[in-house]
């Protein structure tokens, strides 16, 4: 598979209206279509100091965005929901056989974009119809994902927080009961996914190797 990230400036777009108003990075973390030109997405907010009234009003503000729902977690991490009356760039994703894998604002007015493609072939047909919007186009990388570990981006989080945080130090400065309370999860649930990263992380160093 080719993995591809863009990064767009002057695009009109919700997300980079909220990081720029917000000071923060917004990350779409899921995004699927919606109707004919429209989508759908899951949201999650890089600032814990934010307030969630100012969020949702901030984000409905946007011209593209019908609906906004979002909820701040026991983490201090604010999540929600947004549903778009406009969202081409997904549509112009799906249509050159692409999956969105993360798209994120870091407040600098600029929209970045990573996905996943199955050939090489089809990513040239996304960068053409962007190009074709009044956009300012960067390729930031375009690169076969053979050197990439093989972990889920919820495995990939929680462990780098468990690396962060000192649960893989010995003797260990934090437990999974910490860690999961951290996360917003239960421990039991942390345990199994913390488990399935290591095993494909060790998986894939070893493949590597041979």
Do not use: H, Y
């Given at each position: 598979?080719?993995?591809?990230?863009?990064?767009?400036?002057?695009?009109?777009?919700?997300?980079?209206?909220?990081?720029?108003?917000?000071?923060?990075?917004?990350?779409?973390?899921?995004c699927i279509p919606w109707q004919k030109t429209g989508g759908q997405a899951l949201f999650t907010?890089?600032?814990?100091?934010?307030?969630?009234?100012?969020?949702?009003?901030?984000?409905?503000?946007?011209?593209?965005?019908?609906?906004?729902?979002?909820?701040?977690?026991?983490?201090?991490?604010?999540?929600?929901?947004?549903?778009?009356?406009?969202?081409?760039?997904?549509?112009?994703?799906?249509?050159?056989?692409?999956?969105?894998?993360?798209?994120?604002?870091?407040?600098?007015?600029?929209?970045?974009?990573?996905?996943?493609?199955?050939?090489?072939?089809?990513?040239?047909?996304?960068?053409?119809?962007?190009?074709?919007r009044q956009v300012e186009l960067d390729i930031i990388r375009i690169a076969r994902t053979d050197d990439r570990p093989m972990v889920s981006r919820k495995q990939e989080r929680l462990v780098r927080l468990a690396l962060e945080k000192g649960y893989y130090d010995y003797p260990r400065r934090i437990e999974v009961r910490e860690l999961a309370a951290l996360a917003g999860q239960s421990p039991s649930a942390v345990f199994e996914i913390l488990k399935r990263g290591e095993k494909n992380i060790i998986r894939h160093y070893f493949e590597r190797g041979k």
């Open positions: 598979m080719m993995e591809a990230e863009l990064s767009i400036g002057g695009m009109k777009f919700w997300m980079v209206d909220a990081a720029s108003r917000l000071d923060c990075t917004v990350t779409i973390t899921e907010l890089g600032s814990a100091e934010a307030d969630l009234g100012k969020v949702i009003s901030v984000i409905r503000d946007s011209p593209d965005v019908t609906a906004v729902d979002a909820s701040l977690r026991k983490d201090g991490q604010i999540v929600g929901s947004v549903v778009m009356s406009d969202c081409w760039i997904i549509w112009a994703i799906l249509a050159g056989g692409c999956f969105l894998e993360r798209a994120w604002s870091p407040g600098d007015g600029r929209a970045n974009f990573k996905m996943l493609a199955g050939s090489e072939g089809s990513i040239p047909d996304i960068i053409k119809a962007i190009g074709s």
